[in-house]
């Protein structure tokens, strides 16, 4: 397993910007997860009593977060529904992508003109994680610095990835700047699919359907995409498996 340095502390702007908006990304078509996801989109998988997507809605709640979009295509009509029942202390706003599914970029790009902030926090749907210390999200805005990112990924450390089947995605230096898992190496982190981005990373982008990959290799390219590691529990929820794993480890919390 690689070893890696604790990266020194990002230099945070004066003023953390309010993270007023959230997009949530929702329109995945949840293979993994089958037979589960054969009558229900993989958000609505739930996981300790709760849905996943309410997992992820109640941690913006707490951080402050007052408005998500979120986007749907996969049995969107169950996700819209679930949306409209669920009392929920933050206002909802759908992207629609019934029509065609956009990928995380393309969706990001479609969803733009429903996102007034910038920055804004991107948080994947089936994200599950555990705070610790500090609020996570809140932490990740008060690392936030507008002059040097464009985009500030949350991370885990590798060995603390739980139900996670890769080989890590990312190595950080020592200001925290990114860059990619070395070939035939395994990485020290794990993306959490939860994050700031500006705007500007999707300048020039189009509605259709491409990888958030590609625009996290151009602020790689630039040094401007940095990470910040995640002190507290997270679990990557992909497969019927990981449910029941995700389950047990949270019982003993």
Known sequence: MSRYRKPLALRPQPDAPPLDTAMVLAAGLGKRMRPLTATRPKPLVVVAGKPLLDHALDRLKAAGVKRAVVNVHYLADALEAHLKRRVQGIDIAISDEREQLLDSGGGLVKALPLIGDDPFLVVNSDSLWVDGPADSIRALAARWNDAEMDALLLLVPFARANGYPGRGDFHMDGAGRL???????????????????????????????????????????????????????????????????????LARE
């Open 179 to 249: 860059s990619r898992r070395r070939p035939g190496r395994v990485a020290p982190f794990v993306y959490t699919g939860v994050q700031i981005l500006s705007k500007r990373l999707f300048e020039g982008a189009k509605p259709e359907p491409f990888s958030l990959n590609l625009l996290w290799d151009r602020a790689i390219a630039q040094g401007r995409a940095y990470g910040q590691v995640h002190n507290g529990l997270w679990f990557e929820v992909g497969t019927p498996p990981a449910v029941k794993l995700t389950e047990a480890m």
